[in-house]
């Protein structure tokens, strides 16, 4: 009996963990495919930093974490809510690295 309910527990497991990788996959396909919508980054990046003290460093930050997130928060700070990726990018020292 123990034995049925202990095979039983391990195939839903792994009936659960084989659909999560199959979404991953899923979802990772239609990206390749160019289904996500690509921001310009250029200019995202220039309305968020045009208020900057020092605006190359802020484009060449900007512009990394707009490559890897696919999105820029608007106005010229805060906003991170709008874009939860961009806000948690973290430099070595645990500082943020998106202005």
Do not use: W
């Amino acid at each position: 009996m123990a034995i049925s309910k202990a095979l039983i527990a391990s195939l839903l497991i792994s009936l659960l963990v084989l659909q999560l990788v199959q979404a991953d996959v899923f979802e990772n396909s239609q990206k390749k495919k160019g289904y996500a919508k690509k921001i310009d980054c250029g200019s995202a990046c220039v309305a968020r930093c045009r208020l900057s003290r020092r605006p190359r460093l802020c484009h060449r930050a900007c512009g990394t974490c707009c490559y890897r997130c696919n999105c820029v928060p608007p106005g010229t700070y805060g906003n991170y809510d709008k874009c939860q990726c961009y806000a948690t990018l973290t430099t070595h020292g645990g500082r943020r690295k998106c202005p």
